[in-house]
């Protein structure tokens, strides 16, 4: 069928970027950790990174064991209206659950990460679907937004202010300088999520069968590198390409999710430790993350993918977690510093970003583009694990005051996945 005569491929993508950019919320943690340790709430390190935990573990189950099949069957449209439904309740249920733990952890945890575990893999699925000629770079543009959204939903909670240097919003110091409780901000983020992925999910529907792009030919050669093989999900994880990216995947997440989870505090007790002002160490945080971390997030989803399609996604997987691997080792190092602070973040980010292009895109060329949207949350149950081990030793050696013992171990992790990866093949039976 000729592209002229079904939907604009592009009006898909943007769809998908409202949705992630409202997904990406749960990268926006960091605006609340420092105030759920102080009064009233009174959390530990290690319940804010429980609460995280649960939320990422929540995403990377629901999506795995729902979300893939169910969009299979029903089509990408209604499974991620249904995710936006569920993310706006559970943050509004987070939001009139005052400083309870349970509350919040049944609200944030549980419900917002079921929501975005929902609506996560429809954008994916459509996408690899109406871009077969353009994986890498297609699938690192649908998540950008999820990697943008934290520097939104972040900036709105303090203003738009990026250290001492730029203020976008002068005489706003955002939701929290007008007065508004954590509590107020988890209100109006859950109808504000419920909404606009609501509207991004009304351009969510797949090709009809057989199209493909406009003088666009499948590749005749290598057909198990590009996506041709149609591998069952029963079939994908008996083959050891699926187990070395999973743990692959598994150690990228660990690294960049205890980096988002804990940030803040470790950014703050690293910078006052080298004497800088608490107010000041807040405000070098929050652009730590809301700025240097969570842009570089969503480029390097866009950046890697685009560099997978040329390099290959094998070669682009072991680069990426080598860097990643050496940065988490530096940045407790240079952490104390400012600028040191902003360069580690930004790196960490850029590289955590290119999992979600790399991975995505690298299920559907050992697997199959037709089943990923099935296949790949079997990966991204990976996410699932990473981040209930990273955020919560980042808490707990946070408690305990050896921040050392976070970071190192996480970058020798990596370092070790790059390696493994280097080992990665096509399939030699292509049957499902």
Do not use: H
């Not at 002068?170 to 992925?197: E, H, K, Q, R, S």
């Not at 700025?291 to 480029?299: E, K, M």
């Not at 919560?392 to 946070?398: F, K, S």
């Amino acid at each position: 069928m000729a592209e002229r005569k079904v939907m604009n491929r592009w009006l898909v993508v943007v769809g998908g970027i409202l949705i992630q950019l409202c997904l990406g919320a749960i990268y926006a943690w960091s605006a609340f950790t420092k105030k759920l340790t102080a009064e009233p709430f009174d959390f530990s390190k290690t319940q804010t990174q429980i609460i995280f935990s649960v939320g990422l573990l929540t995403f990377a189950v629901v999506m795995a064991l729902v979300a893939g099949k169910w969009q299979k069957k029903a089509g990408p449209r209604k499974v991620a209206l249904t995710g936006g439904i569920v993310l706006g309740l559970g943050y509004i249920i987070a939001g009139l659950s005052g400083t309870s733990f349970a509350g919040i952890l049944l609200g944030v945890g549980v419900l917002g990460g079921a929501g975005i575990g929902l609506a996560y893999v429809c954008p994916i699925a459509a996408l690899v679907k109406w871009f077969p000629d353009k994986k890498g770079m297609i699938t690192g543009l649908a998540v950008a937004g999820f990697g943008f959204g934290a520097l939104l939903w972040i900036m709105l909670t303090g203003g738009f202010k990026f250290g001492e240097w730029v203020n976008l919003t002068p005489g706003w110091d955002g939701l929290y300088g007008m007065g508004w409780t954590v509590n107020n901000v988890f209100l109006l983020y859950g109808i504000l999520f419920a909404v606009l992925v609501g509207l991004g999910s009304l351009v969510m529907v797949n090709p009809p069968e057989g199209w493909l792009p406009a003088g666009w030919t499948p590749p005749t050669t290598g057909v198990a590198s590009a996506g041709g093989v149609d591998c069952s999900v029963g079939r994908m994880v008996r083959t050891p390409q699926y187990w070395i990216l999973f743990l692959t995947f598994t150690m990228g997440a660990l690294a960049g999710l205890m980096v988002i989870g804990i940030i803040k505090l470790f950014g703050v007790d690293a910078l006052t430790g080298a004497g800088i002002a608490e107010a000041k160490a807040t405000a070098v945080t929050n652009t730590a993350m809301g700025l240097f971390y969570a842009l570089l997030n969503g480029l390097g989803r866009i950046a890697w993918g685009t560099i997978s399609d040329k390099l290959g996604r094998k070669t682009s997987i072991v680069l990426m977690s080598l860097l990643q691997g050496i940065m988490m080792i530096v940045f407790y190092f240079i952490g104390s510093n400012e600028w040191g602070l902003y360069i580690g973040a930004a790196i960490i980010g850029f590289n955590f970003g290119g999992n979600f292009a790399l991975f995505p895109a690298a299920t559907a060329d050992f697997f199959g583009n037709k089943n990923v949207g099935v296949n790949y949350p079997y990966v991204f149950l990976a996410y699932g694990l990473g981040g209930v081990v990273g955020p919560i030793l980042g808490g707990a050696m946070g408690d305990a005051k050896i921040w050392m013992w976070a970071f190192i171990p996480a970058g020798i992790a990596c370092l070790a996945a790059s390696a493994l990866s280097m080992s990665l093949k096509p399939l030699k039976n292509a049957a499902s």
